[in-house]
């Protein structure tokens, strides 16, 4: 148990961005990515719904991680804009 929740998660960790692609949903091995136009989500918001999620801190400008309550698993969250 202490291995997953001790194990360090970086800024670096997780999937990069994936090359642009249309609005939609796309699930992928190990992941989702959910691409929305920036008209419809405001930013400060986004941040806000997703800090106040529990065990959530930011590890860098627009990358978070969120553990699960019992063993600690990370989850990544990276947001950012790109293009429009």
């Known amino acids: 148990m202490a291995f997953f929740r001790f194990f360090p998660v970086t800024a670096e960790s997780g999937p990069g961005q994936p090359a642009s692609e249309a609005v939609g949903d796309y ?5 989702f990515y959910a691409v929305r136009p ?14 106040a999620s529990p065990r959530t801190r930011e590890l860098a400008e627009g990358v978070y991680v969120s553990r699960s309550f019992f063993w600690g698993f ?8 790109d293009g429009d």
């Not at 699930?27 to 992941?31: A, I, Q, S």
């Not at 008209?39 to 997703?50: A, D, H, P, T, Y």
Request: avoid cysteine; aromatic fraction near 4%.
């Open 74 to 81: 990370p989850d990544i969250t990276h947001v950012w804009v």
């Open 38 to 51: 920036s008209s419809e989500v405001g930013l400060n918001e986004l941040k806000s719904v997703i800090l």
């Open 27 to 31: 699930p992928k091995t190990g992941g």
